[in-house]
DNA sequence: CTCCAGGGATGAT
DNA sequence: ATCATCCATGGA
């Protein structure tokens, strides 16, 4: 294998860091100005100087029929028009507010089995405990590829988790959720179910079958949706996102129910209500006046 | 110490 | 259909 670079030069509209830092995606990790992780099963290190992304990675045998720059172009989702994106949603207070501080966000296009095992050990759990686990799956299950003087970890397959043991997931910090990260592993390694087929299914259809799998509910199944589906209608409510409803969306009411909430979030926000939920999330998340948000977990 | 986290499954109203 | 409770773990 031989080290592989190339220049993206019409990244417009784009931020690296911000796309990799918002709590789509856990496996990232910065050292200095470069981010290393893995896309698939490629290993990458990718730095943004302006409008260039620059990525460097190892030719392996997908490569040489599709290149590291287009495996990327997909990935960082560079093709959304995101300007046109972001005119067509609401230009409320708190969204335009979201907008001004998310400029060059971009909702990525996650492997399927990797968001879904990822978001189901989510639950209760706050970023920097999801990227430990992330971490931890990655180093104990995974393959250890090199790229540029470091070592970087494949995600496991659903195959190689539903072979693990629930002790040994719990040996990754994920505790009760161990139980649905591996009964999920195992529907998918016995092809009960197929995640790419799924494709092909409207949004009602997705979520349901989504939401049939172990330690998946409505918030999750929304979060596979939008980060690995390209549903970009779908509207994770997490914590974070009720509360910036409640009080930006329904300041001095009483007794707005969860499902008052659903509705209003599903039609107001529009057909790429995805991209306002993640930015009134990242901005919300990142200007928390209580400072608890906590910086990127150093890797043991 | 207590409180909280990108929730879900279960059982009782 | 909504609501309360429990579920592990670790950082603030």
């Not at 970890?153 to 190689?160: C, G, L, V, Y």
């Not at 999920?184 to 949004?203: K, Q």
């Not at 209500?273 to 928390?288: E, I, K, M, P, S």
Request: positive net charge; charged residues 30%; proline residues 3%.
């Amino acid at each position: 294998m031989t080290n592989v670079e190339c220049r993206i030069t019409n990244a417009t509209d784009f931020d690296l860091e911000k796309t990799l830092s918002s709590g789509q995606v856990f496996h990232w990790e910065k050292i200095d100005n470069r981010f290393l992780g893995t896309i698939g099963d490629v290993p990458i290190v990718a730095e943004q100087r302006e409008s260039v992304l620059r990525i460097q990675s190892l030719e392996t045998t997908d490569c040489l029929k599709r290149s590291v720059a287009k495996i990327a172009r997909t990935y960082f989702a560079l093709d959304h028009p995101l300007s046109k994106i972001c005119a067509a949603m609401p230009n409320d207070e708190a969204l335009s507010a979201a907008k001004n501080f998310c400029h060059g966000l971009r909702i990525i296009r996650q492997p399927k089995w990797e968001c879904l095992a990822t978001f189901i050990c989510s639950s209760m759990k706050q970023v920097a405990h999801i990227r430990q686990i992330s971490l931890k799956l990655r180093q104990r299950f995974g393959d250890a590829r090199k790229i540029d003087n470091y070592t970087v970890f494949t995600f496991p397959s659903a195959e190689r988790i539903a072979r693990s043991s629930e002790k040994e997931l719990r040996e990754c910090a994920l505790g009760y959720r161990a139980k649905n990260l591996l009964a999920t592993a195992e529907r998918i390694a016995n092809r009960d179910v197929d995640l790419e087929r799924m494709s092909i299914l409207p949004d009602v259809d997705l979520r349901e079958a989504l939401c049939a799998l172990p330690g998946v509910g409505a918030k999750v199944a929304n979060c596979v949706m939008l980060f690995a589906f390209e549903r970009l209608r779908a509207f994770p409510i997490d914590v974070w996102i009720e509360r910036v409803l409640r009080e930006k969306y329904f300041a001095r009411k009483r007794k707005v129910t969860s499902k008052r909430l659903r509705e209003f979030a599903a039609t107001y926000f529009g057909e790429h209500g995805g991209y306002a939920q993640q930015y009134l999330f990242h901005h919300a998340r990142l200007n928390d006046k209580r400072r608890r948000v906590t910086k990127l977990p150093i890797p043991r």
